[in-house]
């Protein structure tokens, strides 16, 4: 089976709100990902919008040619947004004020019931709601029981592993958790600090779909421009796959 690459383009954003300029053009950007290989394009409305702001997604939704998928926190505020503006995808993740990006997985556990009324209310839009959620049995049982179709696995604490040991136990986790997840009915994405060095073993996964792949991305583009950094990407998953 293939596996897909959604590219989150938040960064690109933050390059703009930085100067509070009307450059990089997010549609323009969004659209160099499509032509070169993105399978979806992944933004993240953050309630303090220090990156990508309401205009973008609005704009954005009718642009693009692929998928949005939406990330935003599990808020009244941004179900509303997302019920106006159908994304194809929304993925909901914790949120935190002073956090430099998405620091775990969302408790589900704590919050079925939340987590399920906002599973239907996005599903009444025809949005695909994927939760991103640490590799944890209880985690996807609770996923499941809110009724998402999607989850996504945090990859940060395999990323972030300081040593070659941690970072085998976090993949076999997030292996053993890839064919948990599926068995019982889920889709499984995966994302959060993947890079050209750490994306292979990850993208090896047969039951992963699909990748968010971000700030590597972003990085890679100073060098060799961003359409280069997306093929690049995308070849290293294919070539995992065979
Ligand atoms: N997936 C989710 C749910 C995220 O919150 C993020 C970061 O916004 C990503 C994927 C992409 O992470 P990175 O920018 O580290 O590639």
Do not use: W
Not at 41 to 63: F, M, N, P, S, W
Not at 184 to 208: D, R, S
């Amino acid at each position: 089976m293939g596996i897909y690459l959604g590219i989150n383009i938040d960064h690109i954003a933050t390059i703009r709100q930085v100067r509070g300029t009307n450059y990089p053009s997010l549609v323009e950007a969004a659209l160099l990902c499509e032509k070169s290989g993105a399978d979806s394009i992944t933004l993240h409305l953050r309630e303090d919008r220090r990156h990508i702001q309401d205009a973008d997604v609005e704009i954005l939704r009718g642009k693009l040619t692929t998928k949005m998928n939406l990330e935003m926190a599990a808020t009244d505020e941004m179900i509303a947004i997302a019920s106006k503006i159908k994304p194809q995808d929304c993925c909901l993740v914790p949120e935190k004020r002073e956090e430099l990006t998405t620091e775990g997985g969302l408790n589900v556990i704590s919050q079925i019931s939340k987590m399920r009324d906002i599973c239907i209310q996005l599903n009444m839009s025809n949005i695909i709601v994927s939760l991103f959620i640490d590799a944890q049995k209880d985690q996807i049982d609770a996923a499941k029981q809110c009724g998402a179709a999607v989850v996504e696995l945090h990859t940060g604490h395999y990323a972030n592993a300081t040593n070659e040991a941690a970072q085998l136990t976090e993949l076999e986790r997030i292996k053993i958790m890839a064919t948990y997840a599926r068995s019982i009915g889920l889709q499984v994405n995966a994302g959060h600090g993947l890079t050209l060095e750490n994306t292979t073993n990850i993208a090896k996964l047969p039951e992963i779909v699909e990748l968010n792949i971000g700030h590597s991305i972003i990085s890679r583009a100073v060098f060799v421009g961003l359409g280069p950094a997306i093929q690049e990407m995308k070849n290293l998953m294919i070539d995992a796959r065979q």
